[in-house]
């Protein structure tokens, strides 16, 4: 497999309209050639990454090199790859403003007029950071958002868990105890162990109760 990775720029202004029938095209005919990547648009430019088998990346790419929609075409890179970076996508897709650049701490200096072939053939860093942010959730503020509630739930879903173990085991302790006692008292080990379930209770973390649970 290989992946191609190129720049160009608009020949005309691109309508959304234009954009639109680019991504039909693309969603339409990657998908039974293999082919999966991402295409970056914004300030008159697109930087594209096409990953799949050789000679469908390389069909494609000499077509779209001949498109007229768009000129000053350049290839960045042709590499050999291993795994593909963008499997889920037939052709991601990301339209850039300066708001969404603000977001990227490692694109820092970089402003909207630096995306276009000139600037970006002569800094590779950028590119990779764009195209690295798109592959992360975390390029998207709202995905950041629903990651960290998430993380959130895990969390509230964990303590839940313990919470509802505590209660278990507190419940079996008070069956135990009323037991012994009916049976004429409580031995030492008993006595042990509601120290033990008094302190897992207190703990402010979930422990582990299954030792416990195996004592009872
Ligand atoms: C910036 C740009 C990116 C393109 N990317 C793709 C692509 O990923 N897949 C695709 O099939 N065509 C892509 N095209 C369109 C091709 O140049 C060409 O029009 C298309 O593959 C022809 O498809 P058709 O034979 O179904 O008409 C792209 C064109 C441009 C200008």
């Not at 594209?48 to 390389?58: K, L, S």
């Not at 000499?62 to 929609?69: E, F, L, N, Q, T």
């Not at 860093?125 to 509630?149: C, F, G, T």
Request: hydrophobic share 40%; aromatic share 6%; charged share 25%.
């Amino acid at each position: 497999m290989i992946r191609i990775t190129y720049l160009s720029e608009e020949s005309t202004p691109w309508t959304p309209r234009m954009l639109l029938d680019l991504l039909r095209q693309c969603h339409l005919n990657n998908p039974d050639l293999g082919l999966t990547g991402l295409l970056v648009h914004g300030n008159g430019s697109f930087l594209q990454t096409i990953e799949g088998d050789d000679d469908a990346v390389d069909t494609l790419v000499a077509k779209i090199a001949r498109d007229p929609r768009h000129k000053n075409f350049r290839i960045l890179r042709r590499e050999v790859i291993q795994r593909r970076l963008y499997g889920g996508w037939s052709m991601g897709f990301q339209r850039l403003s300066e708001e969404m650049l603000k977001d990227v701490p490692e694109l820092e200096n970089f402003v909207l007029d630096d995306f276009n072939p000139e600037y970006l053939s002569e800094n590779p860093v950028a590119v990779e950071s764009l195209l690295q942010k798109h592959r992360s959730q975390h390029w998207d503020p709202l995905l950041r958002e629903l990651d960290a509630r998430d993380n959130f739930i895990i969390e509230l879903r964990n303590a839940l868990a313990g919470a509802r173990q505590r209660n278990e085991m507190a419940g079996l302790l008070i069956e135990s105890v009323i037991e012994s006692a009916s049976n004429g008292g409580l031995d030492p080990a008993h006595v042990e162990l509601c120290r033990a379930i008094l302190a897992s209770l207190r703990s402010p973390l979930a422990p582990d109760l299954a030792g416990l649970t195996d004592a009872l």
